[in-house]
């Protein structure tokens, strides 16, 4: 988090949350979780995992704790009074777990039930938005790999992709029926390159404009045709039903013609 940032966020959040704004309170302890996390970390010696390990929540509360009884006129940084706050509680919890044991310390932290229930849940939903973005950062590792067997870049995608709606929605519709039909599919595996004699029969498209998207087309294939990247086939977007349709039948209704050489098809 930038200087001017957290700064910023003080400057809002902190006086009202003192004045007993509830929001402004768990808003203000999520933004600096990962300074909880920077104090709490060296003091137990070793890596904290957000909803997964107590200590986590003991710093939480003892940020809270340090909300109410920071007294500026002190003229000590909120943030520097917090972190001596932190220590502290962490300490003390190191002890009573010695002499007590963990499940008496965990119910020790939970003297304010709904405080507790509110980090708890703000914890867990950190923890898992971390775990949500390592398996997508995962993901399209694992995506590029794929593409690069086809000789395609992400780059080259940002590059190549279709500007125009229209061009899009050909795009898709061409992927939907390579990855519809089996031989089709079999052929782009088997060669890594369009099958664009077959292809251009099936849908709206002439052999050039097919050539001109082929990574597009290729990319969404392959994410249609494989059940492994469900977060990045979340950013794939089906044609609108009268569009689908509309170039269906425009399909069909020039079959014949191209067959008679409408678009150079062999």
């Known amino acids: 988090m930038g200087a001017q940032t957290a700064a910023e966020k003080l400057a809002r959040l902190l ?11 768990e808003a203000l302890i999520e933004f600096f979780l990962p ?6 970390s060296p ?29 500026p006129r002190r003229g000590r940084s909120f943030l520097g009074f917090a972190a001596q706050v932190i220590r502290r509680r962490l300490i003390d919890g190191q002890r009573r777990r010695r002499s007590e044991g963990r499940e008496v310390s965990w119910s020790r932290l939970a003297e304010d039930r709904h405080l507790h229930d ?51 929605e050909g795009a898709l519709w061409a992927a939907r029926v390579l990855a519809e039909d089996p031989a089709l599919a079999a052929a782009l595996g088997r060669t890594r390159k369009l099958p664009l004699a077959q ?51 425009r399909s069909s209704a020039r079959v014949e013609a191209r067959g008679k050489g409408g678009f150079g098809c062999g």
């Open 15 to 25: 006086p009202t949350a003192r004045a007993g704004d509830a929001a402004a309170r």
């Open 35 to 40: 300074f909880i996390l920077r104090v709490a």
């Open 43 to 71: 003091q137990t010696g070793r890596y904290l995992r957000v909803g997964e390990d107590e200590e986590v929540v003991e710093g939480m509360l003892a940020f809270n704790e340090a909300v109410d009884s920071y007294d």
């Open 118 to 168: 509110v980090l708890l849940r703000r914890s867990l939903e950190a923890h898992r938005s971390v775990q949500e973005a390592a398996a997508i950062r995962e993901e399209i590792r694992r995506c590029d790999t794929l593409l690069r067997e086809y000789g395609i870049t992400f780059r080259e995608l940002a590059a190549r992709s279709p500007r125009h709606r229209d061009a899009r």
């Open 199 to 249: 292809l251009c029969r099936r849908v709206d498209l002439s052999p050039r404009s097919l050539q001109r998207h082929r990574s597009y087309i290729v990319a969404l294939t392959l994410l249609l045709l494989s059940r492994d990247f469900p977060g990045v086939r979340e950013f794939l977007r089906p044609p609108p039903a009268g569009v689908r349709a509309g170039r269906a039948g």
